[in-house]
Nanobody, 120 residues
Framework: VQVVESGGGSVQSGGSLTLSCVVSGSFSAIYDMGWYRQTPGDERKSIAFVTKDGRTNYIDSVKGRFTISRDDTKNTVHLQMNSLKPEDTAVYYC???????????????WGQGTQVTVSS
């Protein structure tokens, strides 16, 4: 199973970016899909997730600016980021909970990360 992010880059404060994450490989079901971010010297933190039935949750600092969405027909999750601020600068990681074929165990699979840089 592979999880691959795309869409990172550099923008000015107030700008927008959309991150995408595609899941591929041999799996039987995808459950929660989420986005985390990490800055140097800090721990990786959850910022948004969407459950299998479509419920979403955000940390306070991104509420109203970021929108997470999933497309189960394409095994993808997106993070639309608007009104970006310099403090949003981080490496963003996709995390997916899924079951692989032949197993009832829930695996947490990470992408490789994508850099988002917001300049003032």
């Amino acid at each position: 199973v592979q999880v691959v992010e795309s869409g990172g880059g550099s923008v000015q404060s107030g700008g927008s970016l959309t991150l995408s994450c595609v899941v591929s490989g041999s799996f039987s079901a995808i459950y929660d899909m989420g986005w985390y971010r990490q800055t140097p010297g800090d721990e990786r933190k959850s910022i948004a997730f969407v459950t299998k039935d479509g419920r979403t949750n955000y940390i306070d600092s991104v509420k109203g600016r970021f929108t997470i969405s999933r497309d189960d027909t394409k095994n993808t999750v997106h993070l639309q980021m608007n009104s970006l601020k310099p403090e949003d600068t981080a490496v963003y990681y996709c995390n997916v909970d899924l079951k692989v074929v032949g197993s009832d165990y829930l695996h947490a699979v990470w992408g490789q990360g994508t850099q988002v840089t917001v300049s003032s």
